[in-house]
């Protein structure tokens, strides 16, 4: 998960680029669905959980995974577990944009819950996703920001009031799949108008779930008027949440990590649990790219280890990877070198 300047930069786990514009996570997408048919060939025959202190991972579905037999998810969700996983969050459950709509199908969901009671995982399940949100935060003006929201929540509201997964054991609450920043919020009016939107939100999951919705958020380089522990301060004044804190590593480096300790001090003194992501892939630097020619590969094992010794006494509830699908489990030199030295 990198903050590629917030609607900027994406590209994939092999350094191809993406269009701009898209979700700091998306760049994820050819590494993932390139590596799925190679996924019934991997093994990790005899590992135990990891001893790095990673237990949750993110896992972000596409529009190939709605193919995917449950015997490939079953040998997905077996290697995460197998890499020290005890829950996966679901990045989203479907994606809108421009060029297509697409959703994971009630089998499918069906095929990802009984594997989890199979196998003792945990699922947080990502609500449905429009990719046009980075596009829209950069308008000037506030009424597309205000249709857009709407819109947004109501495809939350109509997927959680539809569906009956919460009801299943493993079933670990909600995620709403669009990451807070200080820089696209610094003004009154947006944030009045985002705390408002994730009330609501979390208003239309009362009933269905004692677990707080999760939702991550990260600090944007991007010089802004307010702080992140400012905009964090009055969300939770106001609504119920669960932070999941980007360390940001991938791109801004070691360093972010103090970059980061006003928010956590919040959270701390206001007694809320939150989680850590890990983030296990590094920035290729390379001064002829441009800001929407981010490349990136898997960060070494010596990198990680460092991110892991601050994050452990950074006061997380859990440390969560983002993500073993594609930067350990992938196809690349850099992640096949990875994952042969992932501590067992």
């Known amino acids: ?50 001893p790095l ?24 969700c077996l290697q995460m577990k197998e890499l020290g996983c005890k829950d996966i969050t679901i990045q989203w459950v479907g994606e809108r944009s421009t060029e297509h709509d697409w959703r994971l199908s009630d089998e499918t969901l069906k095929s990802i819950f009984d594997i989890a009671d199979e196998l003792d995982l945990k699922i947080r399940l990502g609500l449905p996703y ?60 947006r944030k009045e108008l985002l705390v408002n939107w994730l009330v609501a939100i979390v208003g239309s999951t009362r009933g269905t779930t004692q677990h707080p919705v999760a939702i991550s958020t990260y600090h944007s380089a991007i010089v802004s008027e307010s702080s992140l522990a400012q905009l964090w301060n009055i969300i939770t004044e106001r609504v119920a949440l669960r932070p999941m804190i980007q360390d940001g590593v991938g791109v801004e480096g070691m360093a972010n990590y103090a970059k980061l300790e006003p928010l956590r001090d919040l959270l701390k003194q ?12 590094e920035e290729i630097k390379n001064d002829h790219l441009s800001s929407v020619d981010f490349q990136a590969r898997s960060a070494s094992l010596v990198r990680i280890k460092q991110q892991i010794e601050i994050a452990k ?10 993500s073993l699908d594609p930067w350990v489990m992938g196809e690349t030199a850099e992640a096949r070198l990875l994952l042969k030295n992932w501590p067992t």
């Open 1 to 50: 998960m990198t903050h590629l300047s917030d609607p900027e930069m994406q590209t994939t786990a092999q350094g191809s680029t993406l269009r701009p514009g898209l979700n700091r996570r998306r760049f994820l997408m050819a590494s993932a669905t390139a590596t799925a048919a190679l996924g019934l060939g991997f093994s990790l025959t005899g590992c135990s959980p990891t």
């Open 270 to 281: 206001k007694h809320i649990a939150f989680d850590l992501i890990i983030e296990l892939f």
């Open 53 to 76: 202190g990673m237990s949750g991972t993110f896992f972000q579905p596409w529009m190939d995974h709605t193919n995917w037999p449950k015997e490939t998810w079953r040998v997905k």
């Open 313 to 322: 006494t950074f006061g997380a509830e859990q440390l969560v990877s983002f």
């Open 130 to 189: 429009d990719t046009r949100w980075w596009q829209v935060l950069e308008s000037k003006s506030i009424e597309p920001i205000v249709e857009f929201l709407n819109e947004a929540k109501q495809r939350m509201e109509q997927f959680i009031t539809q569906s009956r997964w919460h009801v299943r054991p493993a079933f670990l609450g909600w995620y709403i799949p669009y990451e807070i920043e200080q820089y696209s919020w610094a003004t009154e009016q």
